[in-house]
């Protein structure tokens, strides 16, 4: 995600101007928008035509800007774009004002939000913002006497270094663990939650072998691709195959994983637990919430048309207060339908409430 810039407006509202870059700033739109908010772009709009010049041909498209009032957000992930839909309350075409309308957002459309930010949703930006900016993924590519390492943020990669070394038989021959000791305090020195091996033949596991000896650090966060080539081709290859996806919603899942472990675990052991509206609810209150456990899509259904009998936001901002730590957890993966089962909500306390 990319914020082009920040504007106070009336009433406590703030105006964001954004570029969502990839499929991942959509699906964090979905979460940000809701209904009230004003969202305004560039699209087009079928206009109908009955004039002396022009017979009605049931319409046709002509581009226009919009600003809508949000009724509804839909993220259609097959379509590779964030549908919002609404009433139009600005238009470069006055006589379209009040119609209904839908903004079809994709990655690169420049888009304008105005709206009262809520902790979690500023969070979630700032998020998506972060995702983009730092390298979260390296991809190292390796075969006999060469090596090279990419980093990936987001979509884009980035070389980051080329080794070359004759290994082998010959005068000039250096040993394979100087090779392979070279790509190590390379991958050392990334600031990356994950890592991918790749390349040809079994190159890459004699060298995995030598990292898990040498930085098991390092080999415990890596997964291993079989590509036909190294360098920019190997990469491409990994990227055609979706394994960077794969690592970082692994990534992502393993970290909601673990929270949910814990908060099994204590509501087994009848520990320090909460769950549920109102039991959270009460927790946040006292300030025992550690950490609060969300989820997205239930935090996004309370926002819309409430159904608890206690305010989600009045949750989010007593925890905050407090200093808890806020999670969000994602409905797309099993950590995140685990917590559904328990009412969509919980909390890791600091102490028990009786």
């Known amino acids: 995600m990319r914020i ?10 703030e105006r964001v101007e954004l570029v969502p870059e990839t499929l991942d700033d ?3 739109l979905t979460y940000v928008l809701e209904p009230g908010d004003t969202v305004s772009g560039d699209t ?30 839909e993220f259609a992930k097959f379509a590779n774009r964030l549908r919002v839909s609404g009433e139009i309350v600005g238009c470069s075409r006055e006589d379209q004002l009040d119609f209904h ?21 500023e969070e979630r930006l700032q998020d ?10 390296a991809i190292a590519t390796v075969e006999e006497g060469e090596a090279h390492l990419h980093t990936v943020a987001q979509y884009g990669t980035e070389e980051r270094a080329t080794i070359t070394a004759t290994t082998g038989k010959g005068d000039y021959a250096r040993p394979r663990d100087e090779l392979f000791a070279e790509l190590t305090d390379v991958l050392r020195r990334q600031d990356v939650d994950a890592y991918i091996l790749a390349g040809p033949g079994f ?63 204590r509501i ?22 550690e950490e609060l456990l969300v989820l997205d899509e239930h935090l996004r259904r309370e926002r819309s048309a409430a159904e608890w ?39 890791l306390l600091r102490y028990r409430i009786e």
């Not at 309308?101 to 990655?107: A, C, D, Q, R, Y």
């Open 309 to 347: 009998s206690v305010d989600v936001d009045e949750i989010i901002e007593t925890t905050e207060q407090k200093g808890g730590e806020v999670v969000v957890f994602s409905g797309e993966f099993d950590p995140g339908q685990q917590l559904a089962n328990l009412g969509g909500i919980a909390a």
């Open 128 to 137: 998506a913002v972060e995702a983009t900016e730092n390298p979260d993924v």
């Open 268 to 289: 087994a052991e009848g520990a320090k637990v909460a769950y549920g509206p109102d039991s959270v609810a009460e927790a946040a209150d006292f300030g025992a919430v």
């Open 203 to 265: 190159t890459k596991q004699d060298a995995l072998d030598y990292i898990q000896d040498e930085a098991p650090e390092v080999a415990e966060n890596m997964s291993v691709v079989d590509t036909s080539g190294v360098g920019d081709r190997g990469v491409h290859e990994v990227l055609k195959r979706g394994a960077v996806e794969e690592v970082q919603a692994e990534t992502r899942i393993a970290e909601e994983a673990d929270r949910i472990d814990e908060l099994t675990k």
């Open 101 to 121: 309308h839908t903004l079809n957002v994709e990655p690169n459309t420049e888009i304008e939000v105005e709206k009262w930010w809520k902790p979690d949703q």
């Open 26 to 28: 959509l699906w964090h």
């Open 4 to 13: 082009q810039s920040r504007e106070q407006t009336e009433q406590g509202r």
């Open 44 to 73: 087009t709009r079928r206009i109908q035509r009955n004039d002396d010049q022009m017979r009605d041909t049931g319409g046709e498209r002509e581009p226009m800007w919009v600003a809508l009032r949000v009724e509804d957000v």
